[in-house]
């Protein structure tokens, strides 16, 4: 049972490593590309998130406040472990 579960242990810890390096992937797209991947258009001619060619401002709010936490996180783990790292070589 003990290997059994160490299996799959392992199995979600990359799924979840993919998942981290797929949702940093697309928020760094979206700065790049200046539109989220579920933005649409209303009825009233605005769009929702905002796209970066048409209101800049209230893209990158939006975006800071969406991307920013998750961004963070992933600069502090890869600070921590390049020192943990460094500190071992």
Do not use: C, D, H
């Amino acid at each position: 049972m003990t290997l059994l579960s160490n299996i799959f242990g392992y199995a979600w810890t990359v799924a979840l490593l993919i998942g981290w390096v797929i949702v940093t992937y697309m928020f760094v797209q979206v700065a790049i590309k200046g539109r989220f991947w579920s933005w649409r258009r209303k009825a009233n001619g605005k769009t929702w998130p905002p796209v970066r060619a048409e209101t800049p401002v209230r893209f990158w709010v939006v975006w800071f406040f969406m991307a920013g936490p998750f961004l963070f996180i992933t600069l502090m783990l890869v600070v921590g472990l390049s020192a943990s790292l460094a500190e071992r070589f």
